[in-house]
Structures are given as structure tokens and as C-alpha cells.
């Protein structure tokens, strides 16, 4: 039986309480399926510096390169603290470091909203289907104007400024056939967003999908001007299903549709580099004034197991069969503090018994 590698890395705040609903829910796949994940626990941010004093240590690297895929929790300390030798520079020099060391270009970005949950999101009720919403965002992270050279100068008498934002072609075929592959598989239809009414970057990138989409018939794809895309998803969100874009359009969208959701708690993500290899973070940050109170939602984190199986081992019904969990879970009006609004048919829980449903469910 083949075994997989899993580096589990929950960092600082309330990261250790939902990876460990997480690999609850992990081992109710392994169970059901037959499968053998072999997890192996790594320290980052705080929890490596109380340890190592390095945000992050040569022993977690050393995980990463042993592991098949990287299930990360989340980084950083309270607001109040930030200034502290602990936590300064804490992110930068972990969740930061770990993606360059990773070599990640691909970011994916689910943004979810569960019919049940729709009271929740900052879309209006009747912009969602009876069914729900799924947005799906392949943002590029490797190259574009955050990449390109950054330079203040003077002229003329005063100050100016430039950014330069380049793009290879290789990098965009790389990450269309990304978002391609998958739309292939689901079925799913892909906007690829640009501005290549002025930009030159742009213009290449669509050539390049066009390119690419050659080789993926059955894929049904439309190009989109970013600004177009801004207005649309507010007002006919139910309109896209996969977004391609590059960095710096994918960074602003993602964070539109990241308030879809209703919650930071369902939001997960996924990162790739060159190679496939993934690492799987929920969108949140480390909420330490929540930690450990058992009240936190981590449902984030364990639908990044979901795209984890999903994406790194292959196992689309696996990934399916916990994606329904945690729908039944909301289906049956089991809700966490951050989605609980004393409305008919819901019962509040906690982080654990949350992991516990979703797990028997599965
Ligand atoms: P945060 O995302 O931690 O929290 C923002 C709000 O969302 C809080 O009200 C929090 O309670 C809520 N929230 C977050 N995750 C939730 C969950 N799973 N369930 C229910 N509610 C949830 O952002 P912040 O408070 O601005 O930052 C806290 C720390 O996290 C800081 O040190 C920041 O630097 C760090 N941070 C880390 C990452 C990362 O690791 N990728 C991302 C963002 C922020």
C-alpha cells in the first residue's frame, strides 16, 4: 500500500486546534478508504522560535523535503506583541520564507457559499443559486509587478516613482494549463482575467491561453477584463466558476471573493510550485485572541485536506466524500460561533465536536 508523506505544520495561535479536527478528519478517510497517510509534526513561526529562535528552523525544512505535501496552519502573535523579539518580522521570516523555499507559483482559492450560509455572505440572498456558490481562483504568484524592479527617483525636479511588471510566457502557459487540467476534469468553465485593452503583459497573457486552450477542447473559456470581472462578480457572481489571472489582479480579486463566504473559517487554500508540489493553508490568519478556547471554526482547514487529497494524492472521491461532510454538517445546522446567529434548526458548537461531525460523516 502506497504510503503519503505529510508534513504538518500548524504554527502559532489557533493553528494547532483545527489541524488537530483536521487530521481527525484525515483519519476517517484513511479508514473508510484503506488508505496510510504518515504525518509528521514540524514547528513554525512562534512555536519555532520558542524552540529554535528561527522562525523557520532547518528541521521543518528538512520535513518539507521528506513530505509528499505541506498541510500549514497558520502564523503570528497577538497585535499587542508584535514588536517582541518573538514576533517581528514573524511571517516574513516563516510563511514568506516557507513559499520561496517551496518555490510555490500557483495559488488556489476557493470562495464558497453554502445555501444554508447565504444569510452570512456579503452578497445579497438572491445573487446566490438554490445550490450555492463556488468561485474558484488560480491567482500566478511568481512574477508581475510585485517581482518586477521597484524604483523612486527624481526628475524634473521631483520625486517619481516606477514599478515594472513582466511576464514570461512560460510562467502564464505554466499556470493556464494548471487551471486547464482542472477545468478539464470537473468541467468547469475558466474566465481568464486581464487588462489587455492597455497592458502589454496582459496581451501576452492572453495569447498564451489561447495557446494553451488549444490542446483542451472540451473546456469551455472566456477572456475578461479585470475591471469588467470586479463589477460582474458583485453583480452576477454566480456567473464564474474558475478565475485564471495573474498576480497582482489575483491578489485583489481573491480578496473580493474571499467575503463571499460569510467567514474566514471556511476559507481554504492551496499552493503549487513547478514540480506539483502542494502546500495547504486556510486563508486566516493565526486569531491568537481565539486560541484555545475551543470555539474557532475548522472547517477551513479541513477542506484544505480536502484539496490536499484532492490535488497532491489524486483522490478526487476522498476529497469529495469530505467536501459533503461538511456541507452535511451544515445541512444539519451545526454551526461554530462565527456562524451561529440563534436562527431556527441551528445548534452552536465548538472546534472539536465540529471535527467530530464532520469526521462521522465521512
Ligand atoms: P486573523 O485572520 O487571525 O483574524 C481575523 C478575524 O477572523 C478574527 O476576528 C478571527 O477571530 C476571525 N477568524 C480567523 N480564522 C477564523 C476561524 N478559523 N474561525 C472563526 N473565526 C476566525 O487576522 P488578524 O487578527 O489580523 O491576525 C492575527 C495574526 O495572524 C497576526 O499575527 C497576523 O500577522 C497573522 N496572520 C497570519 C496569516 C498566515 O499565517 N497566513 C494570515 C493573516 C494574518
Known amino acids: 500500500m502506497p504510503q503519503y508523506k505529510i508534513a504538518l505544520i500548524p504554527g502559532d495561535g489557533i493553528g494547532e486546534e483545527v489541524c488537530v479536527e483536521a487530521v481527525k478528519v484525515l483519519k476517517a478517510v484513511e479508514k473508510k478508504y484503506g488508505h496510510s497517510f504518515e504525518l509528521k509534526h514540524g514547528l513554525i513561526g512562534g512555536a519555532a522560535w520558542d524552540v529554535h529562535k528561527s522562525h523557520f528552523p532547518d528541521e521543518t525544512k528538512s520535513l518539507c523535503d521528506w513530505s509528499d505535501a505541506v498541510l500549514f496552519g497558520s502564523v503570528g502573535g497577538p497585535v499587542a506583541e508584535q514588536d517582541t523579539e518573538k514576533w517581528i518580522n514573524c511571517e516574513r521570516e516563516s510563511i514568506l520564507a516557507i513559499r520561496k523555499y517551496l518555490g510555490l507559483t500557483v495559488n488556489l482559492r476557493p470562495a464558497q457559499v453554502f445555501p444554508e450560509l447565504a444569510h452570512l455572505s456579503v452578497l445579497k440572498a438572491e445573487k446566490v443559486p438554490e445550490n450555492g456558490l463556488e468561485i474558484l481562483m488560480f491567482r500566478e504568484l511568481s512574477q508581475g509587478l510585485y517581482f518586477g524592479e521597484h524604483t523612486t527617483y527624481e526628475k524634473d525636479g521631483q520625486k517619481h516613482a516606477r514599478d515594472i511588471c513582466d511576464y514570461s510566457a512560460d510562467t502564464i502557459r505554466f499556470i493556464a494549463e494548471f487551471a486547464f487540467r ?179 460523516r465521512v
Open 182 to 360: 482542472a477545468a478539464k476534469q470537473s468541467g468547469k468553465k475558466i474566465a481568464s482575467v486581464d487588462k489587455a485593452n492597455v497592458l502589454d503583459t496582459s496581451r501576452l497573457w492572453r495569447e498564451v491561453v489561447d495557446e494553451v486552450a488549444k490542446n483542451y477542447p472540451e473546456v469551455s473559456y472566456e477572456h475578461w477584463l479585470v475591471d469588467n470581472c470586479a463589477q460582474q462578480l458583485v453583480k452576477n457572481p454566480d456567473w464564474f466558476e474558475y478565475i485564471l489571472t495573474e498576480n497582482l489582479f489575483g491578489d485583489i480579486l481573491s480578496d473580493l471573493t474571499s467575503t463571499f463566504p460569510g467567514s474566514l473559517g471556511l476559507l481554504a487554500s492551496a499552493s503549487f510550485n513547478q514540480e506539483g508540489f502542494g502546500l495547504y493553508e486556510p486563508s486566516g490568519g493565526s486569531a491568537p485572541k481565539r486560541a484555545n478556547q475551543n470555539i474557532i471554526n475548522p472547517i477551513a482547514q479541513i477542506l484544505c485536506v480536502a484539496m490536499m487529497l484532492r490535488h497532491s494524492f489524486g483522490m478526487e472521491d476522498e476529497a469529495i466524500a469530505i467536501e459533503k461532510a461538511v456541507h452535511q454538517t451544515i445541512k444539519d445546522g451545526y454551526r461554530t460561533y462565527d456562524l451561529y446567529r440563534e436562527l431556527e434548526g441551528e445548534t452552536k458548537v465548538g472546534t472539536d465536536q465540529m471535527g467530530d461531525l464532520i469526521a462521522e
